[in-house]
Nanobody, 126 residues
Framework: QVQLVESGGGLVQAGGSLRLSCAASGRTFRRYTMGWFRQAPGKEREFVAGILWSGGTGYYADSVKGRFTISRDNAKNTVDLQMNSLKLEDTAVYYC???????????????????WGQGTQVTVSS
């Protein structure tokens, strides 16, 4: 069982930055692929960014590519999402998720992820 707790959300003006963090419990965090998803009011949950258990370059939705950066620290059991140049359309609840499949292939579908955090609100204002 894995527990995920997000932090770092808040209110920011368009063009600003926020850093989200996800803290995971469990001794096998280093084996999990981690992802960030978001859900805006009235919309379906969508993939934002992800990173394999081995680290390295992340995977990004086209809408955030070049603005968001995902990183992980397996020693601290954390995965972060640095969000720069925020836009109004980035407003959503952001969720951290874990896929325990220990795969070398990255999967974008939310159905792959077995564990989810409670979410943190990000609001971008004009």
């Amino acid at each position: 069982q894995v527990q995920l707790v997000e932090s770092g959300g808040g209110l920011v003006q368009a063009g600003g930055s926020l850093r989200l963090s996800c803290a995971a419990s469990g001794r096998t965090f280093r084996r999990y692929t981690m992802g960030w998803f978001r859900q805006a009011p009235g919309k379906e949950r969508e993939f934002v960014a992800g990173i394999l258990w081995s680290g390295g370059t992340g995977y990004y939705a086209d809408s955030v590519k070049g603005r968001f950066t995902i990183s992980r620290d397996n020693a601290k059991n954390t995965v972060d999402l640095q969000m720069n140049s925020l836009k109004l359309e980035d407003t959503a609840v952001y969720y951290c998720a874990a896929d325990e499949a220990y795969s070398t292939t990255f999967y974008y579908a939310s159905s792959r992820y077995e564990y989810w955090g409670q979410g943190t609100q990000v609001t971008v204002s004009s």
